[in-house]
């Protein structure tokens, strides 16, 4: 990974963002840290992951649930060789906790940061804790983006030091209520200093398209580089239940009919009518239409102008991304940075 | 108004104790409004207390008095000898009734009959919306006068997270988005430009974060000394 060097107008000199200059169709993973110590876990699914993906996003106590710290599976992935985009929320930290972790992430060599606001602690295993919620994303966006590009703290006191120069991301949920504004809640981020945005899962392509029409109107497209959020399904069921019980997925019937067809020689039998082979075939033909289903996502999602990379959320099913990326013709990934550090 | 909710009787007993004289004490506005701790209650409260000591054998002198405001210490002083004539004083007034009996009769136990919620409103018969945190420096001149600090679950300023559904928060179908409520507030008026500008993080000082609070008018106190 190269140090920053702001005379080449290279923001934070990540892996990711010389990836994104140089044009190329990005692909982002995501790593979901245990609920434990064990460093282990994160190496083991760093090798599933390095070489397929730019850059991975390490979750931050993901859907409320404690797990390792972001920073800490980040530092580990660090000595894998993969690059981790760091993901901060503001419901466990406030301003002074957000900025002194990240101060201690960048000198730990992360450069990437996701912003985002964070789920509810009432989702978690500690709902009865207290929230914090000092700041929002947008907020938090434009304090790192201050950080680097003025050389100031959030209360305005300049930095006697090296200042952190993350490349910065925000997440977009095109499809979230109230649906009309999300194209404008997107500039507010891009104001705010957004230098990348992950969405949502995006299995509706008509609607997505929809949704970048608006957003190219607004010129974000070139000013930011927005990576489609994907996520190969593992059943029908796991497709019915985003439809159906997370807020701004939307699931098109098709996608469901398809995941639930490629199941019939197994259909109609009740639970205990099926052997433990029987379920397991049951599950390798999900997951092989599923892996399809988001191979043709990407190649689709690609075709819109715009659009510069995807987001592969396979989280728990790290060993998917491989499949994903080779067969959607991302494989190999530049390595533009090794390229670099050769020069 | 302060909207607050009755403790269980099963641990208004335990607060109360081996006590023999209880007295409890009912506030006039705003928990009487909220049908928590008014007169009513204060009487409905002492009964179901006599009739558990009675079942209990025990000898439990239970009475009950309510005043207009818990909160001020003028209208504790006219029951300032029932008050000292008790063993414990149940108050059914909010937090605040409970600690003004506390400060202003430093021998008395005081224990709290009602539970504190928040700060709201009636929306419905039998229904109580929370409206307002407090926070000090109020902004509902930028979000149409719908409160996001107390209504939005996660106090965002720049507009609905990702878990915004069908005009429901994210946390619960039953609690309104009060950012949904804010877009469609400023769409219908025509406003929807004010929520593209970036709002900067809250000033908590104002709030709980910067510590107990005070506020000192200097010209109410003069006038006072003047008298
Ligand atoms: S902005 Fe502050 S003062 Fe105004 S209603 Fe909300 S919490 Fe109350
Ligand atoms: S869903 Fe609406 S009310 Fe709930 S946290 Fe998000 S923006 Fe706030």
């Known amino acids: ?343 | 108004m302060i909207v607050a909710e009755q403790k269980s009787l099963e641990e208004l007993r335990s607060l109360i104790g081996d006590a023999e004289n209880v007295l409890v004490v009912g506030c006039g506005t705003c928990v009487t409004v909220c049908f928590a701790g008014g007169s009513r209650e204060a009487a409905i409260v002492s009964s179901s207390l006599r009739m558990a000591s009675k079942l209990n054998g025990d000898k439990m002198q239970v009475r009950d008095v309510t005043v207009q405001r818990q909160c001020e210490w003028e209208y504790l002083d006219e029951i300032e000898e029932q008050i000292s004539e008790a063993d414990v004083v149940l108050s059914l007034g909010c937090g605040i009734g409970v600690q003004a009996i506390a400060e202003h009769f430093p021998n008395t136990w005081v224990v709290p009959g009602l539970n504190t919620n928040f700060l709201g409103m009636p929306t419905e018969q039998g229904v109580w919306d929370e409206r307002c945190a407090a926070c000090g420096d109020c902004i509902l001149g930028l979000t149409g006068g719908i409160c996001p600090i107390a209504r939005c679950s996660k106090s965002l300023l720049n507009g609905p997270c990702g878990g915004s559904e069908d005009g429901h928060c994210e946390i619960d179908p039953e609690v309104d988005c009060a950012w949904q409520l804010i877009y469609d507030r400023l769409n219908r008026m025509g406003k929807l430009q004010v929520l593209l500008d970036l709002q900067p993080p809250k000033n908590w000082r104002t709030s709980r974060d910067g510590g107990p609070r005070r506020i000192v008018r200097e010209d109410l106190r003069l006038l006072e000394e003047e008298e």
């Not at chain 1, 110590?37 to 979750?59: C, S």
């Not at chain 1, 940061?113 to 207290?130: A, R, V």
């Not at chain 1, 075709?303 to 989280?315: L, P, Q």
Request: glycine content about 10%; proline content about 5%.
């Open chain 1, 1 to 343: 990974m190269t140090t920053s060097s702001s005379n080449d107008g290279n923001l934070s000199g990540s892996n990711l963002e010389q990836v994104l200059r140089a044009g190329h169709f990005a692909a982002t993973g995501e790593l979901g840290p245990p609920q434990s110590a064990d460093g282990e876990e994160i190496r083991h699914k760093a090798a599933l992951l390095k070489g397929f993906v730019d850059a991975v996003n390490i979750t931050d106590n993901q859907t409320a649930i404690v797990r390792m710290s972001s920073i800490g599976a980040g530092t580990i992935v660090v000595q894998e060789g993969l690059e981790p985009v760091i993901q901060m929320t503001c419901r466990d930290r406030n301003r002074l906790a957000i900025q002194s972790d990240l101060l201690g992430a960048y000198a730990l060599g992360m450069r990437n940061l996701l912003c985002l606001t964070g789920d509810h602690q009432i989702f978690g295993n500690h709902p009865d804790s207290k929230n914090v919620f000092d700041m929002d994303s947008i907020q938090l966006v434009k304090m790192v983006a201050d950080m680097r590009d003025e050389g100031i703290f959030e209360c305005g006191d300049a930095f006697k030091g090296l200042e952190p120069r993350f490349f910065i991301g925000a997440a977009a949920a095109p499809f979230a209520d109230p649906i009309d504004f999300r194209p404008y809640r997107l500039a507010k981020k891009v104001k705010a200093g957004a230098n990348f945005i992950q969405t949502q899962l995006v299995y509706d392509v008509p609607a997505f398209t929809a949704y970048m029409e608006k957003v190219r109107g607004m010129g974000l497209h070139e000013q930011t580089y927005i990576l489609a959020g994907v996520g190969p399904l593992k059943s029908p069921g796991m497709a019915r239940y985003m439809k159906n019980n997370v807020p701004g997925i939307l699931v098109p019937d098709e996608i469901i009919a398809r995941m639930t067809a490629v199941g019939a020689p197994w259909a109609g039998k009740k639970k205990d009518e099926l052997t433990r082979e029987d379920k397991r075939a049951r599950s390798t033909a999900w997951k092989e239409e599923g892996i399809k289903i988001c191979i043709e996502l990407i190649q689709q999602l690609r075709e819109i102008k715009g659009v510069a990379g995807v987001h592969i959320m396979a989280i728990e099913w790290e060993q998917a991304v491989k499949p994903i990326v080779e067969g959607a013709g991302l494989y190999p990934r530049p390595a533009l940075a090794e390229e670099e550090l050769a020069a």
